[in-house]
């Protein structure tokens, strides 16, 4: 039965708030939003997380354990068919059997944990954020000073099966694509081969733009920084409505920005700052066009590369070893989905009183391309706090060029591709990504040469990660002494 034009209005404005986060993250600038790795000691092994009933706990993790394989389907339990009663006495006596344990129940951590680190607090922060916020699944990294990032993991990564969710599971960053995708640039700006001031006509053509009326005088700095006047494209019905009847059709960079640029400015150009996906997909277009190769290829080789991270991929033509785990989308995305998409029965869960809807169960190939150089890296959170660390400590990009980054544009809380907070007085770098159906907080203060990562497996959450990460940064740096 056809939906009436009334109840397709709804649902085409319920999409505005919907693509809050969208194919690709999207995070205004000033938040407190805007890596391989070995066990940091033998002791920091991993410990088993029960499926969760309220607010699951677990204990510290390896960080990142290998890259697991795929888990076989689950089996129903056999049955074991009647059989004749036994002689009386050929029946022997019962073994004593070990009580159960209880679901949810961590073993008990040491009094001082090799990492310095008050887990049980850090246990504790968790719990009581995915409780509120009813997150089945979170898994978070933290590094001070270069070492190798400690992981924990709570909850579970699939709802059906209730497989507990580890930092060895892979998952979508969204929008902290972001930074990697600008100190790419940079690099190419240190080389000579890219100006930030320079339109991109000159290495796009006079065509790029379509009709947009300020599409001859954008450049790199206007892209990065959010103040082409782009219309965000994963807010926009009309995009959500794209893809939601193309779930199994990748989408072309081109075909992005054909979108974005059919739209007249949404803000002032140049004066004013609107966050927009849109500009990072353009500058992955403009390393293609000057290097000729990949933009995955260029940003391995400028980025991930030279800072050992063997586990994080940006599709589509990188893949992980194995997909990223189950995700859920919650809310109103949960409404647009189940309004525009046959879901499958199998999609809809109910958990702790909330209704989620599994990404798991649609095609991919939409979703893994939406983002790209805006928002598609797919990784192990061990990966995600080396990496961002090494954005501004691992010279992959001259001072200049790093001082281009962190100072404040139009919107004094964020520069190019990078948040700028102050947190308790100290200076930090941050970026958060939100993707169909992903949470991720990403986090530097250079002070303390403190780094962490934070991704849950819902969208939108609600607290919002933020949430977590607020309660969980008093305790690391009271821990390893850096609240001073």
Excluded at 357 to 364: K, N, R
Excluded at 430 to 451: K, M, N, Q, V, W
């Amino acid at each position: 039965m056809m939906r009436s034009s009334a109840a397709k209005l709804l649902w085409a404005l319920l999409l505005v708030v919907a693509l809050l986060a969208g194919a690709c993250g999207n995070d205004d600038g000033g938040t407190a939003e805007p890596p391989p790795t070995a066990a940091p000691t033998a002791e920091a092994t991993p410990q088993a997380t029960a499926a969760p009933t309220a607010a699951p706990t677990a204990g510290p993790t390896e960080g990142p354990t290998p890259a697991p394989t795929e888990a076989p389907e689950p089996t129903p339990e056999a049955t074991v068919a009647p059989t004749e009663d036994p002689e009386p006495e050929a029946t022997p006596a019962p073994e004593p059997t070990a009580a159960p344990t209880p679901e949810a129940t961590p073993a008990p951590e040491p009094e001082t944990h090799p990492s310095g680190l008050d887990v049980a607090a850090i246990n504790a922060a968790a719990a009581d954020w995915m409780e509120k916020a009813r997150i089945p699944g979170l898994v978070l990294a933290v590094t001070q000073g270069g070492e190798e990032p400690w992981t924990f993991a709570w909850g579970v990564s699939d709802l059906t099966t209730e497989e507990p969710i580890t930092a060895g599971d892979y998952v979508r960053i969204g929008s902290v694509t972001k930074p990697v995708t600008t100190v790419a640039v940079l690099s190419m700006v240190d080389e000579g081969l890219l100006d930030l001031d320079t339109p991109v006509t000159a290495y796009l053509g006079d065509n790029w733009y379509g009709k947009y009326e300020h599409g001859l005088n954008i450049t790199l700095r206007h892209l990065m920084g959010h103040t082409t006047g782009f219309v965000e494209y994963a807010f926009d019905r009309g995009f959500f409505v794209l893809g939601s009847a193309r779930l199994g059709v990748p989408i072309a960079p081109e075909e992005i920005v054909r979108f974005t640029t059919n739209y007249g400015p949404v803000a002032e150009f140049e004066t004013e700052y609107n966050y927009s996906t849109a500009g990072h997909v353009i500058a992955g277009m403009i390393i293609e066009a000057v290097t000729g190769n990949p933009a995955d290829v260029e940003i391995r080789s400028r980025v991930l590369a030279p800072l050992g991270l063997e586990n994080t991929y940006l599709p589509p033509n990188e893949l992980p070893p194995v997909p990223v785990i189950d995700s859920y989308n919650a809310g109103l995305l949960y409404s647009a989905f189940t309004s525009l998409t046959n879901v499958p029965d199998e999609a809809r869960h109910n958990f702790m009183g909330s209704d989620y809807l599994s990404t798991d169960e649609y095609p991919q190939e939409f979703l893994q391309t939406a983002g790209w150089t805006g928002g598609g890296i797919e990784a192990l959170i061990g990966d995600v706090p080396k990496m961002f660390r090494g954005l501004f400590t691992g010279g992959l990009i001259s001072d200049e060029s790093l001082a281009e980054m962190t100072s404040a544009g139009v919107n004094p809380g964020y520069g190019l591709g990078v948040g700028i907070d102050d947190i308790g007085g100290r200076l930090a770098y941050s970026h958060g990504g939100g993707t169909p159906a992903f949470r991720t907080r990403a986090l530097y203060i250079p002070e303390l040469d403190l780094a962490l990562a934070a991704t849950a497996n819902v969208l939108p959450p609600n607290p919002d990660l933020q949430e977590f990460v607020d309660a969980l940064l008093p305790i690391v740096m009271e821990s390893w002494g850096l609240a001073s």
